[in-house]
């Protein structure tokens, strides 16, 4: 498949390590919140392998912050998401499924509260600083809903943990998954959480302060020589792998939270209110008709850049394959696809054309590994 340049402008906005990014070689960008998102450094396996054996440092300053703060702000954050975050802490991140009124899949964002009355969730690609400002004026709450300016850089992969505790100490390893606390770096603290999105385990670092930002990914790279480390963007291979699902490629606003496997962030039972809280009580009451599921394929090679119909033996289209890669562990393609039923039991044997010729497949479940 051919590649095209992007062009940047005002609109697209370059982030505050573009510039070093280019410098290191990045070879490929996406576009994630109306920002560029490096997409490849290079080989995507051997980014893959590198990930998985030593350590990355990633610009994911596309991964924007939608602050909301005010008196009213908890309640706007919980009418957003399907997750009873009635009992939720200051210092936590919480992956929290936001909603529409028909249970659609607005966004699936990480949470963070910073505290009761000001909160930040930190999207997917999508614009919900206009949905949360329409609900806000709708609701009549009293709130404040910015984007600040907050740039993550995020260390990743598993000598991400010694590179980490080389710069901030000890402490740092005491930060718990999904749990964030503030951190010095030549007198500038540091929001810096656990977390990411691979499965290799790692941190983000959420930069307010742009200059002493830079001067920290510099430094991460000066020190991490010895951890082999290396710029690195997410990769296509390990998170399809890792079921990490991502938003606008394996579920959109046509997805309820039970058709792509997030039961356990549903609360319908609890006194919370949020949207979609009645359809989701009817969905569950009369099952789901599709659900996400693996698929396994018989090929070494495929370039997909939309959803690709999935067939049974006789024809039938029974669902659509919306993410895949070549799988150096599994030594064949492998995806994410939405499934119809009562099609999405696994083996269930799937054919697709791919790269012209028709290939065959099983379905499996969901992580591969």
Not at 24 to 52: I, R
Not at 231 to 242: A, D, K, M, T, Y
């Amino acid at each position: 498949m051919k590649n095209y340049s992007i062009a940047k402008s005002r609109r697209l906005r370059s982030t505050p390590y573009t510039s070093r990014i280019e410098k290191q070689g990045v070879t490929a960008y996406t576009v994630y919140n109306h920002m560029l998102l490096p997409a490849a450094f290079g080989s995507l396996e051997d980014s893959y392998h590198h990930l998985k054996e030593h350590v990355q440092i990633w610009d994911v300053a596309g991964e924007r912050q939608v602050e909301i703060s005010g008196k009213d702000s908890a309640k706007l954050v919980q009418l957003m998401t399907c997750r009873d975050l009635s009992k939720s802490k200051d210092g936590r991140c919480y992956y929290c499924p936001i909603l529409d009124d028909e249970a659609g899949i607005i966004n699936d964002p990480v949470v963070l509260r910073l505290n009761e009355n000001r909160w930040w969730i930190s999207i997917a690609d999508s614009d919900v600083i206009l949905f949360a400002k329409g609900l806000a004026i709708g609701n009549k709450f009293d709130v404040k809903i910015t984007e600040p300016n907050v740039d993550i850089m995020a260390i990743q992969g598993p000598k991400s943990f010694k590179l980490m505790e080389k710069v901030f100490g000890d402490k740092i390893t005491k930060l718990k998954f999904f749990g964030f606390d503030y951190f010095d770096f030549q007198g500038t603290k540091h929001l810096i959480a656990q977390s990411g999105w691979s499965k290799q385990g790692g941190y983000e670092i959420y930069v307010e302060n742009t200059k002493s930002g830079l001067d920290l990914y510099d430094h991460l790279f000066d020190v991490g020589k010895e951890f082999n480390v290396k710029p690195g963007c997410p990769n296509l291979i390990e998170r399809i792998e890792s079921a990490l699902l991502s938003f606008g490629n394996d579920m959109d606003n046509e997805d309820n939270p039970y058709e792509c496997g997030f039961d356990k962030f549903i609360n319908i039972d609890s006194d919370i209110n949020f949207l979609g809280k009645e359809k989701l009580k009817n969905i569950k009451a009369e099952g789901i008709k599709k659900k996400l599921m693996g698929i396994k394929f018989d090929t070494k090679e495929i370039s997909l850049s939309g959803s690709l119909d999935l067939k049974d033996e006789n024809n039938n289209i029974i669902g659509e394959l919306r993410s895949a890669c070549y799988s150096p562990h599994f030594g064949k393609v492998i995806g994410i696809a939405m499934i119809k039923k009562p099609y999405w039991e696994v083996s269930q044997s799937v054919k697709a054309e791919i790269n012209g010729n028709i290939c065959t497949g099983n379905v499996c479940d969901l992580p591969f590994i």
